[in-house]
């Protein structure tokens, strides 16, 4: 199995975002990273009373256009997502599955009604991209606030913990990542 990330733009998405993302997998996961041919906004996921999009829609979509020869497949993009049962989330990941999905809308400053902050984004973007590769990899939510697999249910949460899994996830993590490289495609 490849050792290979790929990284889907959905819809428009900056091109140092981007670039942010797979320097972070690179340097945190020793994994690489290939970007995938954009796709267009997902107007099929969008909800007229939420005026958000659905999460779980997203990724079925992700799943059906996963590149075979790809470890991991996460999309990137700046609408609001949601699941069903909660007002927004972040992003969403297939536990143990091969595909996930990252908004940006609520990791700007701006959405807070506080001024741009550039590496704030990018802190953000790059704690919200591990999260949910975590979760594809069958990472759990994790105890520890400082953790990257600790649950980010407000901004907050997202901005105290750390860019790394502390020393039990990261044991997991490489656990499960061995065990994906030793799978047949």
């Keep these: ?51 958000q999009y659905d999460s779980k829609l997203i990724l079925r979509h992700l799943l059906r256009e996963c590149p075979h020869d790809t470890l991991k497949f996460i999309g990137v993009t700046s609408v609001d997502l949601y699941v069903p049962i909660l007002q927004f989330v972040f992003g969403l990941a297939q536990i143990e599955g091969k595909c996930s999905i990252v908004s940006l809308r609520r990791l ?43 649950s980010s249910t407000r901004i907050e949460d997202t901005d105290f913990k750390q860019p790394a899994f502390c020393p039990t996830c990261s044991e997991l993590f490489k656990w499960h990542l061995d065990k994906s490289l030793q799978q047949d495609p």
């Design 108 to 150: 700007y400053p701006q959405f807070y009604n506080q001024l741009p902050d550039p590496d704030l984004l990018l802190k953000r973007v790059e704690k919200t991209v591990l999260h949910e590769l975590g979760h594809t990899f069958g990472i759990i939510h994790c105890r520890d606030r400082r953790c990257v697999m600790y």
């Design 1 to 51: 199995m490849s050792r290979c990330i790929t990284i889907c733009p959905i819809g428009s998405v900056e091109k140092g975002i981007l670039e942010h993302i797979s320097e972070c997998i690179s340097f945190r996961c020793n994994l690489t990273c290939r970007f995938f041919t954009g796709m267009d906004n997902p107007k099929y996921a969008y909800n007229e009373i939420r005026c």
